[in-house]
């Protein structure tokens, strides 16, 4: 479906996630790109409860958005195991599609839905929201100065706290797990720096004591060019949020790396042979930055991006490189 001029995206969303009445459906209603027409879930009283704080209908079934002529791409935060049908279904009917991380559990869905959208000319975007804050530019800036002399290293970890029994990502069949959770996170930075083409040297997965899903991990990457990465995902930890990128000459760390609040100042740490310092940037809003970012796509009818692609292909490696079979 073709989206021109300056008129907003119209968007239903598929599911009433966490994260979709936390996070997106504010956004795509605050923002003047967007404007939010359909909200579905399976039970229709909750679709009616969340649809009504926004002034848009409700549908009872997630199918139901898919043949309105007033929907022009869905936002799809199910279960990731669900992902890769319901994305389908929306390309197969006209839509653009912006689908939470991970677009699928397998890098070869990942190809086929990617393909799929091209052929068809439909934006697909997987929601990863940190590469649309700027802090990141700001630490490519200072790499590209020289500041730490040449890349060597990059370490980076997400870890959070154990979550409440029952929710879905302890749930092996909705492909719950720590890898597909919070390991996306360091994965896709390591692509942001290091750039396509990292091999997976090991990894490793973690699985507590009374979870069906791996609660932890780590794996060990190297780029084409020599360099490597360390990282560390997890769902039964202590709070971290950050990477450091190691240099010839010295080094950069950030914390509050991938989730940072709209109002949090960035503070990027530097040293080297000059001694330390911190270059502090302004807030960003990177819900509000990815919104517009599909929007855009959707205009653009944009392919899914190679670092998806990229992506899929390391988190496939580091299962199977952790003895545990990719889906």
Known sequence: MTVTGHQPVRIAVLGCA????????PAFDASRHTRVTCVAARDGRRAEECAAQ????????????????????????LPAALHAT???????????????????????????????????????????MFVHHPQ?????RLLAEGVIGELRTFHASFTVPRMADGDIRFDPALGGGALTDTGVYPVRAALHFLGNGLEVIGSSLTRGAGFDVDTGGAALLRSPGGGTAQLTFGLDHGYRSGYELGGSEGRVVLDH???????????????????????????????????????????????????????????????????????
Request: with cysteine; proline share 6%.
């Open 18 to 25: 966490s994260i979709a009445r936390r996070r997106m459906l």
């Open 54 to 77: 926004y002034g848009c209908r409700a549908a009872d079934d997630y199918a139901k958005p898919l043949a309105d002529t007033d929907v022009d791409a869905v936002y799809i935060p």
């Open 86 to 128: 319901w994305v389908e279904k929306a390309l197969l009917a006209g839509k653009h599609v912006l689908a939470e991380k991970p677009l699928t559990l397998d890098r070869r869905r990942t190809a086929e839905l990617a393909a799929l959208a091209r052929d068809r000319r439909l934006a697909l975007m997987e929601n990863i």
């Open 136 to 140: 990141h530019e700001r630490v490519k």
């Open 257 to 327: 790396a991938f989730t940072p609040p709209a109002g949090h100042r960035p503070v990027i740490r530097v040293e080297n042979r000059d001694g330390a310092t911190e270059v502090v940037s302004a807030p960003a809003d990177q819900v509000a930055r990815t919104v517009a970012a599909f929007a855009a796509a959707v205009r653009a009818a944009a392919p899914l991006g190679e670092a998806s692609l990229e992506q899929a292909r390391l988190l496939d490696e580091i299962r199977r490189k952790a003895g545990g079979n990719a889906p």
